[in-house]
């Protein structure tokens, strides 16, 4: 499969050098290219792309508008570019809730040090993207917007009875997430109803400068505190913690109670934050009185913290197929026959609570 690609952005050197990069993939093929968001949107509706790569700040139409105006109007999976600021992973963030699937620095320098390894990995992104397509509740709550009525419904299987009665005989929620997983990590949190009696510890692929605004955003809509991380704090009940990109965060028993841990990534390990090394230190205090979830992502971090929680009697639950931006993360836990449950988005957080 060849994933044709449309590339939108303002700059002529930057559309030249991401042509050349993803070009240079036999499995990639740049169809077109546009100036702005407005040309965007009637260049998606002529090509019609698999995947699109579009710039934040563009005069006309910025990039936020216009993916708002695609995934109305042709649905399409939204690889954005972004800085790596405070402004930008507000931007960032705003894109997302637009309809955009995931997002890369605009420097591509900032993806690797490598040049040519940041090249394979923006290759690798694009095609698991035009691989996969949207994920099912994006195609339909975008293209809902504007005839629901031409789309099919249909119907989930109920959620097993034991996976409604696993939140009351815990003392911690730990998720596992990358890609795709602000917007559901969004969808859960904001079903969590207030006083909710366990913290909940996220583990989500980000970089550092874009934790503190995911943190505050999240604490801006949720019923229940939502915050980043710090070293040497205890893990409260009606929290949700945030651990901080960049770093490594475990948690500790200390007094009978737990303790986060922050600290400096070392230079050998891919993921910062890792979902394994949070999961294998969980793994080592509480034994069977964790909920640990793998959502949405690429790879398989968490497989192995998952295995070890696994075998202290923790329960596992991994999203499906369906619902996944990208089934792998979850896919992992799945094949390694770790999940207690396997569930939608939707059914996930309606677990939680009702949407208010």
Same mark, same amino acid.
């Given at each position: 499969?060849?994933?044709?690609?449309?590339?939108?952005?303002?700059?002529?050197?930057?559309?030249?050098?991401?042509?050349?990069?993803?070009?240079?993939?036999?499995? #990639?093929?740049?169809?077109?290219?546009?100036?702005?968001?407005?040309?965007?949107?009637?260049?998606?509706?002529?090509?019609? /792309?698999?995947? #699109? +790569?579009?710039?934040?700040?563009?005069?006309?139409?910025?990039?936020? =508008?216009?993916?708002?105006?695609?995934?109305?109007?042709?649905?399409? /999976?939204?690889?954005?570019?972004?800085?790596? +600021? +405070?402004?930008?992973?507000? =931007?960032?963030?705003?894109?997302?809730?637009?309809?955009?699937?995931?997002?890369?620095?605009?420097?591509?320098?900032?993806?690797?040090?490598?040049?040519?390894?940041?090249?394979?990995?923006?290759?690798?992104?694009?095609?698991?993207?035009?691989?996969?397509?949207?994920?099912?509740?994006?195609?339909? +709550?975008?293209?809902?917007?504007?005839?629901?009525?031409?789309?099919?419904?249909?119907?989930? /299987?109920?959620?097993?009875?034991?996976?409604?009665?696993?939140?009351?005989?815990?003392?911690?929620?730990?998720?596992g997430t990358s890609t795709g997983g602000p917007v559901a990590l969004q969808k859960i949190l904001t079903r969590v109803p207030a006083g909710f009696p366990l913290p909940i510890l996220v583990i989500q692929h980000m970089p550092a400068s874009f934790t503190p605004s995911f943190s505050e955003r999240l604490d801006s809509l949720c019923n229940i505190r939502v915050k980043q991380a710090e070293h040497g704090e205890t893990l409260l009940p009606d929290t949700a913690y945030i651990a901080p990109g960049g770093e490594q965060t475990t948690v500790s028993h200390s007094g009978g109670r737990m303790t986060l841990n922050i600290e400096a990534a070392t230079s050998g390990q891919t993921y910062k934050p890792s979902v394994d090394l949070a999961f294998t230190s969980i793994a080592t205090i509480c034994s069977s009185d964790v909920l640990a979830m793998v959502l949405t992502g690429m790879g398989a971090d968490g497989r192995e913290g998952a295995r070890l929680l696994k075998q202290k009697g923790a329960t596992i639950w991994a999203q499906d197929e369906a619902s996944c931006v990208i089934y792998g993360m979850p896919m992992a836990i799945v094949e390694a026959n770790l999940a207690d449950e396997i569930l939608s988005l939707d059914e996930i957080a309606s677990i939680f609570g009702k949407e208010t």
């Open positions: 499969m060849t994933v044709r690609v449309l590339i939108v952005d303002d700059s002529s050197f930057f559309r030249h050098r991401l042509t050349e990069m993803l070009n240079a993939d036999k499995h #990639i093929e740049v169809i077109g290219s546009a100036v702005n968001g407005s040309e965007a949107v009637t260049k998606v509706a002529e090509l019609k /792309p698999d995947v #699109i +790569t579009m710039d934040i700040e563009m005069p006309v139409m910025d990039g936020i =508008a216009a993916t708002k105006k695609i995934m109305m109007q042709n649905p399409t /999976p939204v690889l954005m570019f972004s800085s790596l +600021t +405070t402004e930008g992973a507000k =931007a960032t963030l705003d894109a997302l809730d637009a309809g955009a699937v995931d997002f890369l620095p605009k420097k591509i320098d900032d993806i690797a040090s490598e040049r040519d390894t940041a090249r394979r990995l923006l290759c690798a992104r694009v095609r698991v993207l035009g691989a996969r397509g949207l994920p099912e509740h994006k195609a339909v +709550t975008h293209r809902s917007s504007v005839n629901s009525s031409q789309i099919p419904h249909t119907q989930k /299987p109920p959620v097993r009875n034991g996976a409604s009665l696993e939140l009351k005989k815990n003392k911690l929620i730990a998720i």
